[in-house]
């Protein structure tokens, strides 16, 4: 190879944009030191560098394309709980992006997936990370027979297309996409043009043969995908793994789904034989929430087809430095600045001085503005140290000028608060449903304008 075709380049690792020189800041996404260096060389084999997608299909009029309703379009994974995070199943001939943190759990419920439908699904498991005696042992504590499932430990792509090939299975998992290489690159794996190119050919396989394909991808230390941003452009599904490795719950939500909604999300707690699906997480959740506390309020948030019931705690303590803490755990923390200064307005209770700590119990984060009503209740109650009834439910948008606003889905919150024993629900006045649902004859329902109103509560 002459020496004039090496040159190094400089790849943006959020958008994959290409900078001749090295700069503190990509000129095309404005994302700051995401610039990485990487050696550009001629492809050795032309065709493999854009695969033709199409170069076996012709232009068809939608009408004349038949489907046949009978034929399974998805994949029953045998864990309710994470086919609601992917809209029912995965469907044949998608690509499945899953990615969390290390240790989180991503192997394991992929295993747990293959005992489930061995039974009457062929499946190509392939790690780049792992010897085949680690997931041996891994497959033996989750009680996977193996029957059905192939193991293969390969990390060039070109291997592994002709293994699909010749198994031809159902479902492939590929573990991970940072461990697998194309030898027409020579580039090191995990590099933004090796992730690109690999992810490139397994798409072209998936959608030509129509199995189904999970990839497992790393995060960086900002918790995104690692690799090019466009990786989560070219797949189908993007499921990403929530929650704390030393927490027993852990969290599956969709942020992109070709195929279902990403409001869903599935819930697991982690056990000695994997993970354990949570069918009633709002139960799991305030199991262990204490009574005749200050500083406690339970709020429902809607995750797509379901309301889920969570605990918010607040602690307010005086505090001799200047510039008081502010420690926001599952909350948005803008959101909580606004709410803060909110309460000092509207309500005259100046929390300035205070340290503030707010923390969703459970490790569940509630991106919700539903959530607003509950977190000023809590810090209410921590400042002026009144305990709230722990039979209540406080759901309410809440306004810069201090006004409860109205939020959806309140008949099916109001019904999961009353399944779960709660006798008190503070909803916004103007969202009070007109058709309510069967309420047990001791159930309260408070409905309030303004903040300041709440205050009575605590009087």
């Given at each position: 190879m002459a020496k004039n075709d090496v040159k190094t380049i400089y790849v943006c690792s959020e958008c994959g944009h290409v900078h001749a020189k090295w700069a503190g800041k990509c000129r095309e996404c404005g994302s700051w030191d995401t610039l990485t260096e990487e050696v550009s060389m001629p492809i050795k084999t032309a065709s493999s560098l854009?695969?033709?997608?199409?170069?076996?299909?012709?232009?068809?009029?939608?009408?004349?394309?038949?489907?046949?309703?009978?034929?399974?379009?998805?994949?029953?994974?045998?864990i309710s709980e994470f086919d609601r995070a992917l809209g029912g199943g995965i469907v044949k001939g998608s690509v499945v992006l899953i990615?969390?943190?290390?240790?989180?759990?991503?192997?394991?419920?992929?295993?747990?997936?293959?005992?489930?439908?061995?039974?009457?699904?062929?499946?190509?498991?392939?790690?780049?990370?792992?010897?085949?005696?680690?997931?041996?042992?891994?497959?033996?504590?989750?009680?996977?027979s193996g029957e059905n499932v192939y193991l293969l430990c390969e990390t060039n792509i070109d291997v592994i297309i002709s293994y699909i090939d010749k198994i031809s299975p159902d479902l492939v998992i590929i573990d991970s996409i940072q461990t697998v290489f194309t030898p027409s690159l020579d580039s090191i794996p995990g590099s933004?043009?090796?992730?690109?190119?690999?992810?490139?050919?397994?798409?072209?396989?998936?959608?030509?043969?129509?199995?189904?394909?999970?990839?497992?991808?790393?995060?960086?230390?900002?918790?995104?995908?690692?690799?090019?941003?466009?990786l989560e452009h070219m797949v189908d599904v993007v499921l990403t793994f929530e929650g704390e490795r030393s927490q027993f719950y852990r969290l599956i939500r969709?942020?992109?789904?070709?195929?279902?909604?990403?409001?869903?999300?599935?819930v697991f707690e982690m056990g000695d034989k994997g993970l354990i699906q949570i069918t009633d997480p709002s139960r799991a959740l305030l199991s262990e929430k204490p009574k005749n506390v200050s500083g406690s309020c339970t709020v429902c948030v809607h995750e797509g087809s379901r309301p889920i019931l969570a605990e918010i705690q607040a602690l307010v303590s005086k505090t001799v430095f200047p510039a008081p803490k502010r420690v926001v755990t599952g909350l948005?923390?803008?959101?909580?600045?606004?709410?803060?200064?909110?309460?000092?307005?509207?309500?005259?209770?100046?929390?300035?001085?205070?340290?503030?700590?707010?923390?969703?119990?459970?490790?569940?984060?509630?991106?919700?503005?539903?959530?607003?009503?509950?977190?000023?209740?809590?810090?209410?109650?921590?400042?002026?140290?009144?305990?709230?009834?722990?039979?209540?439910?406080?759901?309410?948008?809440?306004?810069?000028?201090?006004?409860?606003?109205?939020?959806?889905?309140?008949?099916?919150?109001?019904?999961?608060?009353?399944?779960?024993?709660?006798?008190?629900?503070?909803?916004?006045?103007?969202?009070?449903?007109?058709?309510?649902?069967?309420?047990?004859?001791?159930?309260?329902?408070?409905?309030?304008?303004?903040?300041?109103?709440?205050?009575?509560?605590?009087?």
């Open positions: 854009t695969p033709n997608y199409f170069s076996s299909s012709e232009p068809q009029l939608i009408s004349s394309i038949s489907t046949d309703l009978n034929e399974e379009v998805r994949i029953n994974t045998g990615s969390g943190e290390p240790g989180i759990g991503k192997s394991t419920i992929l295993l747990q997936i293959c005992k489930s439908i061995s039974e009457n699904k062929k499946i190509l498991y392939v790690s780049g990370e792992e010897s085949s005696t680690q997931i041996k042992l891994r497959a033996q504590r989750l009680s996977v933004i043009t090796q992730v690109k190119q690999c992810a490139l050919s397994i798409i072209k396989k998936t959608k030509d043969s129509g199995i189904a394909t999970v990839i497992v991808g790393h995060v960086n230390k900002d918790g995104g995908i690692a690799g090019p941003k466009v969709a942020s992109k789904n070709r195929f279902g909604s990403t409001n869903e999300i599935g948005d923390f803008n959101r909580v600045s606004i709410l803060l200064a909110v309460i000092e307005k509207r309500l005259g209770i100046y929390l300035s001085s205070q340290d503030v700590y707010l923390n969703v119990i459970g490790g569940l984060r509630l991106d919700e503005p539903s959530s607003d009503l509950a977190i000023v209740m809590s810090l209410i109650s921590a400042y002026r140290n009144i305990e709230i009834d722990d039979k209540t439910v406080a759901i309410g948008e809440i306004g810069l000028l201090g006004e409860v606003r109205s939020v959806s889905f309140v008949a099916s919150r109001i019904k999961e608060a009353s399944r779960l024993g709660y006798k008190r629900i503070i909803i916004p006045k103007s969202a009070l449903p007109k058709d309510l649902p069967l309420l047990p004859q001791d159930f309260e329902i408070v409905t309030v304008k303004s903040i300041t109103e709440i205050l009575k509560l605590f009087s």
